[in-house]
């Protein structure tokens, strides 16, 4: 019945699915671009037509009842963000608890133009070793899917080159909301290198 609900609503509103559903039982999903409020339903109805269960994570103040009871019942798990909370390795002990298990992370963090991805995502994939798979909404062209998964290698700045391939071309709703693919880490390391 969801996947139904799902397709009727994307076909409505003229959305096209693409690609397959990831192979891998646990991974770090990306959530990109993030430029609306628009972007969680059409998130949860691809997320239903691949039957995929995902966890999202959002700030905590979005969790407060009535409301909060629905947030949870969608995959939600609220994240308090002015408390020093280890939210990177309590999510690897949630990977390790698990056999399955999708974590869904916007990783520019904010809806508004953001210089820096959060580097969460990497971290936790890392720490977890499980892959990471970058999902799309492409307002443009209205399409969505998912592509294929990483292994993270170490090497920061390629494996953000994959990502920044990925996403070449794929417009937000909000084009001049989706900032640059790059994490703050990359030029720090870059920084190093030409000081040695």
């Known amino acids: 019945m969801k996947k139904w609900i799902a397709r009727m609503f994307l076909r409505l509103t003229g959305?096209?699915?693409?690609?397959?559903?990831?192979?891998?039982?646990?991974?770090?999903?990306?959530?990109?671009?993030?430029?609306?409020?628009?972007?969680?339903?059409y998130m949860l109805a691809?997320?239903?037509?691949?039957?995929?269960?995902?966890?999202?994570?959002?700030?905590?103040?979005?969790?407060?009842?009535?409301?909060?009871?629905?947030?949870r019942a969608l995959g939600g798990m609220p994240i308090v963000r002015h408390k020093n909370l280890n939210v990177v390795g309590s999510t690897v002990e949630a990977f390790k608890q698990r056999s399955e298990l999708v974590i869904v992370v916007p990783t520019e963090g904010t809806r508004r133009r953001a210089e820096f991805w959060k580097s969460g995502f990497y971290h936790i994939a890392a720490g977890a070793g499980v892959p990471i798979v970058p999902s799309f909404l492409?307002?443009?062209?209205?399409?969505?899917?998912?592509?294929?998964?990483?292994?993270?290698?170490?090497?920061?700045?390629?494996?953000?080159?994959?990502?920044?391939e990925f996403y070449k071309g794929v417009e937000g709703r909000f084009p001049e909301e989706f900032g640059p693919i790059r994490l703050r880490e990359e030029l720090s390391a870059q920084e190093q290198k030409s000081k040695s």
Do not use: C
Request: proline letters at 8%; aromatic letters at 18%.
């Open 138 to 164: 492409d307002y443009g062209k209205k399409r969505g899917g998912f592509g294929p998964a990483l292994h993270v290698t170490g090497d920061m700045a390629k494996d953000m080159a994959y990502f920044r």
């Open 46 to 71: 691809f997320a239903a037509v691949f039957d995929i269960e995902v966890t999202w994570m959002a700030k905590h103040n979005l969790f407060y009842p009535p409301m909060g009871w629905v947030m």
């Open 15 to 41: 959305w096209q699915v693409v690609g397959e559903r990831p192979a891998h039982r646990r991974y770090v999903l990306i959530a990109a671009p993030h430029t609306s409020n628009w972007d969680f339903p």
